[in-house]
């Protein structure tokens, strides 16, 4: 069965750090169906960070993007603050979209 994910990628400067913490802490939780795979963090200059969602059921992949969205808008007030999301595929499932899985 084909595993549904999605990739968000971002950044904020470090003097808005505590900013972000705390709308973390404020912003709705996600969806049951969508799973945090993993987070990362490193500093170079700006705070970056990678985290892999997990969409448990591949029927809500649409409705777990627009909860993702809405999640990460919540940040928008918060100057310096980027992020973009990336639907991704296993190489497995890429490779049956042009015959070759």
Same mark, same amino acid.
Do not use: C, W
């Given at each position: /069965?084909?595993?549904?994910? &999605? !990739? *968000?990628?971002?950044?904020f %400067? %470090? +003097? ?6 705390? @709308?973390?802490? =404020? $912003?709705?939780?996600?969806? #049951?169906? *969508?799973?945090?795979? +993993? !987070? ?5 200059? #700006? ?7 997990? &969409? ?9 993007? @627009?909860? &993702?969205?809405?999640?990460f808008?919540?940040? /928008? #007030? *918060? !100057? ?5 999301? +990336? %639907? !991704? $595929? =296993?190489?497995? #499932?890429?490779l049956? /979209?042009v015959?070759?899985?």
């Amino acid at each position: /069965m084909p595993l549904a994910y &999605i !990739v *968000i990628t971002g950044s904020f %400067p %470090p +003097h808005v750090s505590k900013e972000v913490g705390k @709308k973390f802490l =404020e $912003l709705e939780k996600l969806p #049951d169906y *969508i799973k945090t795979e +993993h !987070v990362f963090n490193t500093a170079q200059g #700006d705070y970056a960070f990678f985290t892999i969602y997990k &969409i448990e059921d591949d029927s809500k992949y649409f409705d777990a993007l @627009k909860a &993702i969205t809405k999640r990460f808008s919540g940040y /928008m #007030d *918060i !100057v310096g603050y980027k992020y973009t999301l +990336h %639907p !991704v $595929l =296993e190489a497995r #499932d890429a490779l049956s /979209m042009v015959g070759l899985g």
